[in-house]
């Protein structure tokens, strides 16, 4: 039988998908606001992900269509595209939008997209199909980006079409994403490296908290502003061009400069918080899972208390898992605001773990969350898609 998603294909444009791309969500283990800082993060690629399926045509328009949403979009192929009022369909518009700018010439095309990321759960849904856009796009036109321009071109998009002011790193790990690796990418000068997630008995919980995000892009923009402010008070008396440029050491001695007692908390976070990635990376090597759960709870205790992004139902999340004596770390990942927490559980341990998780957080929120198994997966590519079954949305 032909895959659930070629056949819905087929039903919408009445023809046959001509290639179908995948790109996946992410997780990051540590290194939290940092990217836009100049730091280093340990982000992962997920196995949840955006599947684009593509066929162009002979019309000179642009069809969006998506299993995830009731909203299409029909366009013709322009010079020149506008943000349109809350649509899904913005992240592949204006990803276009970035390459007719760059002056690629475009044709018609029928796309479908079909995400099994949970919407607005902080596991860069966004990135992905920014991402996968730009790499079928790259493919079919023949523009010849390389995968870091893709990159960049998709932050871009984020940051000047949609109007989100984030830093590079969901699109690179959804971009750059290995099998079982964690990327271990420096923001500023994008140096990575891929290192082993060798969690040995212990597997990577996702929990979402299904908090709806209100307000999260403008506090997000927010966070990014005061780190430039706080930046700016620094280089009162440093030569430094981003937060993370200094070290702990540094930053105690000068940080009287910021006089502000909220930009202060920001920076300490940051600035700790690099450093922290860096005695993650060290734990990594050489095995030492409690000490890098470790690191994950204080990682998630400085952006409840120092940066202020987290929220009770992630600290629920987190203040379970610090009881439960087979979970080694857990954090919440992402922006914050809502979205989704990570654990370091035992692997035999896991049903118990999400049953008790799953109970304390009813009790204390009202509601539940979901519980996910997950899996480090591969970036960006194009793919052949399987027999599996999709959860498409009821
Ligand atoms: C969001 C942004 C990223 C990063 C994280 C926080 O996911 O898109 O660029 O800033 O928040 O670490």
């Not at 969901?170 to 990327?183: H, R, S, Y």
């Not at 095995?287 to 629920?316: C, Q």
Request: proline residues 2%; charged residues 25%.
């Amino acid at each position: 039988m032909k895959n659930q998603l070629y056949q819905e294909f087929d039903k919408l444009y009445n023809k046959e998908a001509a290639n179908a791309y995948f790109s996946p969500g992410r997780v990051n283990l540590i290194g939290e606001h940092i990217d836009y800082n100049g730091g280093l993060v340990m982000p992962c690629a997920i196995t949840f992900g955006t599947y684009l399926l593509v066929s162009p045509n002979n019309d000179g328009v642009f069809r969006f269509g998506s299993l995830n949403f009731d909203e299409k979009l029909e366009i013709p192929l322009q010079d020149d595209y506008k943000k349109i009022d809350g649509g899904w369909f913005n992240y592949p518009l204006g990803i276009i939008k970035h390459f007719l700018k760059d002056g690629h010439r475009l044709n018609g095309i029928d796309m479908l997209f079909y995400g099994d990321i949970p919407i607005s759960s902080g596991l860069s849904s966004s990135a992905s199909i920014e991402v996968v856009t730009a790499f079928a796009l790259n493919e079919l036109f023949d523009a010849g980006y390389t995968k870091l321009d893709l990159v960049k071109l998709s932050k871009s998009v984020e940051n000047n079409f949609i109007g989100v002011n984030s830093g590079i790193m969901d699109q690179f790990a959804v971009a750059f994403g290995e099998k079982n690796k964690a990327l271990m990418l420096n923001c500023d000068t994008l140096d990575y490296k891929a290192v082993d997630t060798n969690l040995g008995d212990y597997i990577l919980a996702i929990i979402n908290t299904n908090k709806p995000r209100k307000l999260a892009e403008s506090k997000y923009n927010e966070r990014v502003r005061e780190c430039q402010s706080a930046l700016a008070a620094l280089k009162q008396q440093l030569d430094i061009n981003n937060l993370c440029d200094i070290d702990t050491a540094t930053f105690n001695k000068y940080s009287y400069l910021i006089t502000d007692e909220v930009l202060y908390k920001r920076a300490k976070h940051v600035i700790e918080e690099n450093n922290r990635v860096k005695l993650a990376a060290v734990a990594l090597g050489n095995n030492d899972l409690t000490e890098f759960g470790r690191l994950m709870f204080a990682s998630h205790d400085s952006l409840r208390d120092l940066y202020e992004v987290s929220g009770k139902e992630l600290d629920a999340i987190v203040t379970y898992s610090k009881t439960d004596g087979n979970v080694v770390g857990a954090r919440m990942t992402g922006a914050g605001f809502g979205g989704c927490a990570i654990a370091l559980v035992k692997e035999d341990a896991f049903d118990n773990y999400s049953k008790q998780v799953i109970e304390y957080y009813t009790n204390a929120i009202g509601y539940a969350p979901s519980v996910y198994r997950s899996l480090i997966g591969n970036g960006v590519g194009e793919v052949v898609i399987g027999d599996q079954q999709l959860k498409i949305r009821d």
